[in-house]
């Protein structure tokens, strides 16, 4: 039988259903609440976030793979009460590294010029994925990458870091990257070298992107690709609607590429740095049920039900059985 580690424990690939592969359930800002508690009750907001949970799930969706590693304030004790309140959703959750936070610096080269040591962070990255969170042996189940906007040294070690883990345990890979600048085959290229199957990754935010022949490219190499901000159309950064973004995924079906994408929302449920008035007013759509509720229905009036069944349950299941050994 294969499995994937959950917040919960594992479960049987077999069983992970309709999945959105890349959520962001809780973010805080680094240390922020561990110095201020008075700030938020953060339990309070965890439950909170479990009832969005529930909700994705009264609609079909049965797991949720949140994104938000470490460097990010990850909060396995919030994200474990998250899944125990949601008990019709499993929850994976993710080690590695996000490139918009700050790398501790004690996994940092002192000398001859100071970068990341993608050795002591694969360690740390590895003992996630096969000891678990401290000691709750509670493991991760997917290790988290990302370039952002372009690819430098210190980035490049990132992305080593999380290669050698993937190579290590077999877990998959998924990625932020910037399509405007074409970083995900800058990540292709390093995971190539440090010999990660590119099949055992997933390039995200690629339906932010419009251009095909990029997007094709990707999944030439063997790569998934994430269809995996729809709701997130507030500009400056997110410019495509809800409907552009489901046209990118049905003209990349016309092109034969619907076994190669995965779909989500990149939602944040609750984070301290936007207010649920402000995620109302600029990104009322950015919610875990807006897959469900708004973009399979229109998918089904322009592709077939076995192209939705690949991109929501299928793709996803081979993403981690693969990792698990079948």
């Given at each position: ?6 917040a ?5 690939v ?8 890349h ?7 680094a ?10 009750d953060?339990?309070?907001?965890a ?10 799930g ?7 793979v ?14 474990r ?13 993710s080690?590695?590294?996000?490139p918009?936070?700050?790398?501790p610096y ?6 001859p ?35 952002d906007?372009?690819?430098?040294r210190?980035?490049e ?9 993937q ?67 507030a ?28 779909m989500?929302?990149?939602?944040m ?19 875990l ?5 708004e ?27 693969a990792?698990a050994?079948?």
């Amino acid at each position: 039988m294969a499995t994937v580690e959950t917040a919960l424990g594992p479960v049987d690939v077999a069983d992970l259903g309709f999945t959105l592969m890349h959520e962001h359930l809780m973010v805080k800002s680094a240390n922020l609440h561990d110095q201020w508690p008075h700030l938020d009750d953060l339990t309070a907001r965890a439950d909170e976030v479990a009832t969005q949970v529930r909700a994705a799930g009264d609609r079909g969706v049965r797991t949720i793979v949140d994104c938000t590693p470490p460097n990010m304030s990850r909060d396995v004790p919030l994200i474990r009460r998250i899944a125990a309140a949601a008990t019709n959703v499993n929850v994976i959750f993710s080690t590695g590294v996000h490139p918009h936070f700050p790398v501790p610096y004690p996994f940092r080269y002192k000398a001859p010029e100071e970068t990341t040591d993608p050795d002591r962070m694969a360690e740390l990255f590895v003992r996630d994925l096969t000891v678990g969170y401290a000691d709750t042996g509670v493991k991760a189940g997917i290790i988290k990458a990302g370039t952002d906007p372009v690819l430098d040294r210190e980035n490049e070690m990132m992305l080593r870091a999380a290669a050698r883990a993937q190579v290590a345990t077999g877990a998959p890979i998924t990625t932020h990257t910037r399509p405007k600048t074409k970083v995900g085959l800058m990540q292709q290229d390093v995971f190539a070298r440090e010999g990660v199957d590119l099949s055992r990754v997933v390039i995200g935010h690629c339906g932010d992107s419009t251009d095909f022949a990029y997007l094709s490219a990707l999944c030439e190499r063997g790569s998934y690709i994430g269809m995996d901000r729809f709701g997130l159309d507030a500009p400056p950064w997110f410019r495509l609607t809800v409907e552009q973004r489901v046209d990118v995924v049905v003209e990349m079906c016309r092109r034969g590429y619907a076994s190669q994408m995965v779909m989500s929302h990149d939602s944040m449920c609750w984070c301290d740095f936007l207010s649920a008035e402000e995620k109302e007013t600029y990104m009322p759509r950015s919610r875990l049920t807006t897959i469900p509720d708004e973009v399979i229905p229109m998918l089904r009036e322009r592709i077939s039900t076995e192209e939705i069944q690949l991109m929501t349950i299928d793709n996803p299941r081979r993403i981690f059985a693969a990792g698990a050994g079948e």
